[in-house]
């Protein structure tokens, strides 16, 4: 089957070798999707799919399953391996690469990235950006694997140690990428409302995440919204309208949809 979709290529004598997509699956691939596809075929991500209907029902199909939440769940079972964090690091590299290319960030300015995971955007947007400085927020046991290190510079970035439901830093620039669609949407306005609290007048947050604008075709931001569902409690991918409504109750609102060439969009989001 995947030397019909050019993964691999089957010769005669049933012998196969890596076609093309399928070098993405090598570790040292510079866009390596190893650890990614590792994620992705991991048990936890495909048995709640099967039971999506519970969730869709209000019945949280991971937490019936696994008797804890998806993040709970993947703090206990750190593989040596592979795991959740550095499946979302690998997903992310390529993706990382199209948002530098799509976002000019200002000069002299601190980038914060919220439940920013290992770091692997703010490595890219600190390299890309030598004026800028940057923080990494996520959980403790999260931050002590961070790739920030491979910058080489420790002066330009700080580890901040939180919860996505306490205190932000005060920052210039927010991100935060893959983590509203895993909130259901009174979670998500007490997350705007944190970002309001810690935002200076001009400061601006990066929604990046596979927002939902096509109604009738295949778009694969649907998949990533069945996969959230499963996952996460009344969760998934958000329309435009439905982002407007969210950031409205905190204050906030889209001043610029940027399209990425990939299934993600940035929302650049400012004070009302
Ligand atoms: C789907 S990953 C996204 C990581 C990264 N932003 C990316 O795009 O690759 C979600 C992240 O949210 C973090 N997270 C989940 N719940 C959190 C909480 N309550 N406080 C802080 N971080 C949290 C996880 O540790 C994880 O790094």
Same mark, same amino acid.
């Given at each position: 089957m995947l030397a019909s979709e050019s993964v691999? /290529?089957? $010769?005669?004598?049933? /012998?196969? $070798?890596?076609?093309?997509?399928?070098?993405f699956l090598l570790s040292d691939h510079k866009y390596s999707?190893?650890?990614?596809?590792l994620m992705l075929t991991n048990e936890t991500l495909w048995r709640p799919v099967g039971d999506v209907i519970e969730s869709v029902q209000g019945n949280p199909a991971f937490?019936?399953?696994?008797?804890?939440?998806?993040?709970q769940y993947w703090q206990e079972n750190v593989r040596e391996d592979h795991d959740f964090q550095s499946g979302m690091s690998s997903l992310s590299k390529i993706e990382n690469y199209f948002i530098i290319k799509h976002y000019k960030f200002p000069e002299n300015k601190t980038v914060t990235d919220i439940a920013g995971g290992l770091g692997g955007l703010l490595l890219e947007v600190l390299k890309e950006n030598p004026t800028l400085k940057g923080q990494l927020f996520d959980r403790q046991h999260v931050l002590e694997r961070t790739k920030?290190?491979?910058l080489g510079d420790d002066s330009r970035w700080k580890l901040i140690p939180g919860d996505l439901?306490?205190?932000?830093?005060?920052?210039?620039?927010?991100?935060?990428k893959y983590i509203i669609h895993d909130w259901d949407s009174n979670s998500v306005v007490k997350i705007f409302k944190n970002f309001r609290k810690a935002m200076k007048k001009d400061s601006k947050i990066l929604i990046i995440e596979p927002v939902i604008f096509?109604?009738?075709?295949?778009d694969v931001a649907k998949y990533m919204d069945i996969l959230c569902m499963s996952a996460f409690p009344?969760?998934?991918?958000r329309t435009e309208e439905e982002f407007i409504e969210l950031l409205d109750q905190a204050d906030l609102k889209i001043n610029k949809v940027i399209k990425t060439e990939t299934y993600n969009s940035i929302l650049e989001v400012v004070i009302k």
């Open positions: 691999f /290529y089957e $010769s005669e004598g049933s /012998y196969y $070798s890596l076609a093309p997509a399928g070098q999707l190893r650890d990614a596809v937490e019936n399953l696994y008797g804890m939440s998806f993040y920030l290190v491979e439901f306490g205190d932000y830093p005060e920052s210039d620039i927010y991100l935060i096509k109604k009738n075709i295949p009344e969760s998934g991918e």
